[in-house]
């Protein structure tokens, strides 16, 4: 089967610019996260959908961010405007199941996002 | 506060010997609780998780509710176990996942 998709896979802006991230899940997976990874850190969790809703959006940023997805599938992470901070790997994952709570998470290969 | 700790950053260890990473959590109720393997150019995958209590490429972990810990051994370690080893911790009460900061596992020849 087809992997998680994302693109760009590398992206470099000025700080104060807007930038966009897109994702495309395993296909049939109800669940899909987006991550911040910061060099030398874990994955952060941003935001969790499930198809369209969203489950959890507790640590998202929501002065700066936004992430959408629209009829349950695809997603797009935005960061408008962009600080230096927000240089990181920005990871996006799927699972198969209702909640996500002990499924397996497939990952994307990350889009690494530089902010100068 | 849901957290995951895994104190060591790296971990160098010789082929052939034991290898244990390890991982504490903190979480009051009922954790389900996972490692996670990055190879190096590969995407983040899963390696184990608690539930299944399976062994997986000579790797296994053991939650231990006492000392909240979830750690991960390997009585012989092989060089392709070179990777950055992530424990993660989800549990019943909450859907978020949260992540240690990892530890980057060498195997030297």
């Known amino acids: 089967e087809a992997g998680v998709a994302q693109s760009p896979r590398y992206k470099i802006i000025e700080k104060r610019q807007s930038v966009a991230f897109w994702c495309n899940p395993i296909?049939?997976?109800?669940?899909l996260y987006w991550y911040q990874q910061i060099l030398g850190q874990g994955p952060k969790l941003l935001i969790q959908f499930q198809n369209n809703g969203v489950v959890d959006d507790s640590q998202l940023p929501k002065d700066r961010f936004s992430a959408e997805r629209l009829k349950g599938v695809d997603s797009t992470l935005k960061i408008q405007p962009a600080k230096l901070e927000d240089s990181a790997v920005y990871l996006c994952?799927?699972?198969?199941?209702?909640?996500?709570?002990?499924?397996?998470?497939?990952f994307g290969p990350g889009t690494r996002l530089t902010v100068t | 506060a849901q957290r995951v700790t895994q104190p060591e950053k790296l971990l160098s260890v010789f082929k052939g010997a034991p290898v244990e990473l390890k991982c504490n959590y903190s979480?009051?109720?009922?954790?389900?609780l996972f490692w996670y393997v990055q190879y190096s150019r590969q995407r983040l995958q899963l390696l184990l998780r608690?539930?299944s209590r399976e062994s997986i490429k000579g790797f296994t972990a053991d939650l231990n509710k006492g000392e909240t810990s979830f750690h991960l051994k390997k009585p012989f370690a092989q060089e392709e176990d070179s990777a950055m080893y992530y424990c993660a911790l989800s549990g019943l009460s909450f859907n978020k996942f949260y992540f240690g900061s990892g530890t980057k596992l060498n195997v030297k020849p």
């Open positions: 979480y009051s109720g009922s954790p389900e």
């Open positions: 608690h539930i």
């Open positions: 994952a799927s699972s198969l199941g209702l909640s996500g709570r002990g499924d397996e998470q497939y």
């Open positions: 296909s049939g997976h109800a669940t």
